[in-house]
């Protein structure tokens, strides 16, 4: 089938052949954006075939924490201490944004993480309508939150309210099964108890998620405890954050029985090794005890702005060999776990339907090049996905059902990386002339 033949975006049913899953050569059939069978597929019709030729299957990674439209930052600003990198690049340069800028650099966030493999992401940021324009165009999966920030001002949170309660209206209205809700309280320091306590109420009467920065500093435990009495954990606790359907982000200074209260909540932690390296936050999010606790963790990549990319087979070694450095342990966070917060854990908390090659799952499929360089010898195919490979390994897309890249090909990329280009140029322009 030539390139111009194939159904880009638009769900078809398929079928691959001669992948290879656990080892083993194998087809898989899907049909209306679910895997139908696996193995057995010799009596199936499909619109379209793909011949996988040996090359690995696997679910598609799910960035369960970015600001994808930071993807126009990246490189504007490295190498400074956090708290004179926002106040003085960051926040003044977004300050300039508008929907067009984050409509091209969530295009430009959607191209790179399809290239690398990525079929679902957790977003949080402005101008969020003209995000979901640039999600559903490209059709990845996303769980979208307009970033709900107070700063304790009662008029401030009324506009917030009223901002998040109109985002989830026209994310409803669109009426695609890819495309989910979230509230997006920024993190406990920049909303107040109120606003706090109207996201959780929102969350639990709409059955929607919840988007929240927690513990990613020493100066954010200190501060809440100074202020509260509490720690940070145990204080969206109190108002109703932390849920089965809450994803919070970094959890690097979390202690042993926060992470224990975030395991009987079920609240999903998203480790996002990469930046908080880059930025210096001090301590790796402590993996163990929220694996004794019974803790989801996930993995994400943050913004493009603190990372520099949104590779997350990058962020998986990282994750893992972050692990062994802090706690001293080679054995921590194996090749085979890394894969499974990177997919399979990602895709619970995203509530996807995905992060599984079975009968019944959401069709959010990769195929892997088997004869890449990484790959040899494959002694270890988890292994080799994990600490030899990134995400130019990945070769073919499916997301519900629906082919997003094939052998390497994704349609308009020429086009999203000159508008997203000029997009940039414009808005650090627009800085420059204050």
Sequence with gaps: MTDQEIPYNQRSSILIRNATLDGRKTDIHIEDGIIRSVGDTKERDAEMTIDAAGDLVMPGLVNTHTHAAMSLLRGYADDMVLFEWLSEKIWPLEAHLTGDDVYWGTRLACLEMIRTGTIAFNDMYFFMDRAADAVEEAGIRACLSHGFIDLFNEEKREAEIKASIAFHENIRARNNPKLSFALGPHALYTVSPDGLRWCAEYSEEHDCGIHIHLSETEQEVNDCIATHGLRPAAYLDAHGILTSRTVAAHCCWLDTDECRLLGE??????????????????????????????????????????????????????????????????????????????????????????????????????????????????????????????????????????????????????????????????????????
């Design 265 to 434: 909540r079920q609240t999903a932690a998203s480790h996002n090794p990469a930046s908080n390296m880059k930025l210096a936050g001090g301590r790796a999010i402590p993996y163990g005890d929220l694996r004794n606790a019974a803790a989801p963790v996930t993995l994400g990549t943050d913004g493009c702005a603190s990372n520099n990319n949104l590779d997350l087979f990058e962020e998986m070694k990282m994750a893992a060999l972050l692990q062994k450095f802090a706690t001293r342990d080679p054995t921590i966070l194996p090749a085979a776990e890394a894969l499974e917060i990177g997919t399979k854990a990602g895709a619970e908390a995203l509530r996807t339907g995905g992060g599984v090659i079975a009968p019944g799952y959401a069709a959010d499929i990769i195929l892997v090049d088997r004869d890449a360089i990484c790959q040899t010898p494959f002694h270890n195919g988890s292994s080799n996905l994990v600490y030899s490979c990134n995400g130019t390994v990945v070769k073919t897309v499916i997301c519900d059902g629906a082919i997003l890249m094939h052998d390497r090909h994704i349609p308009g990329e020429d086009e999203i990386l000159e508008r997203a280009g000029k997009a940039a140029s414009a808005l650090v322009g627009r800085r420059n002339v204050e």
